[in-house]
């Protein structure tokens, strides 16, 4: 417990209102996510022509930041973000601040199991997970409005 006090104390003010601007943007994912349709937020997704290599003027230590303090609004949330809510948090913050990031989807097979995981990249490198994480699972395509027609069929919207 002291310990997290001294590090709560070391934040700057500006540290305390990346904390809070995360801390409300996975609140906000959060509801989003869990009670408005797929097609309202499929956007925040990005899109297949996302590379994330046109990075904009965030230095590695402004990203670390804003990794650290997500995940720490994120431990400090009373519903647990999973890796797909704080990818979508880390994007969002990203891209306010004119970073360029993508949102990779992957997925892999644990003897009968399937696991899906979300993580975020800029330039190319992964931010807030470990490196080999991309090598680890098979990235799914994002989900274009092309491909959804194809697997639901037409939407009410285009009829």
């Known amino acids: 417990m002291k310990h997290k006090l001294q590090r709560a104390r070391s934040l700057s003010t500006g540290d305390w209102g990346i904390l809070a601007e995360a801390w409300l943007t996975l609140s906000w994912i959060d509801f989003v996510v869990s009670f408005l349709p797929y097609r309202w937020w499929k956007s925040w997704l990005g899109t297949p022509r996302d590379t994330g290599s046109d990075t904009a003027p965030g230095s590695s230590h402004d990203i670390n930041r804003l990794v650290r303090l997500l995940d720490a609004a994120a431990n400090h949330h009373p519903r647990k973000p999973t890796c797909l809510r704080r990818s979508l948090g880390l994007k969002r913050l990203l891209g306010r601040r004119g970073i360029a990031s993508v949102l990779r989807i992957g997925v892999n097979k644990d003897n009968t199991k399937i696991n899906a995981h979300a993580w975020v990249e800029c330039g190319g490198i992964v931010i807030n997970d470990a490196p080999a994480v991309a090598s680890q699972y098979a990235l799914l395509p994002v989900l274009t409005e092309e ?10 919207e285009s009829v």
Do not use: A, D, N
């Open 147 to 156: 491909l959804l027609q194809r697997i639901e069929g037409p939407s009410v």
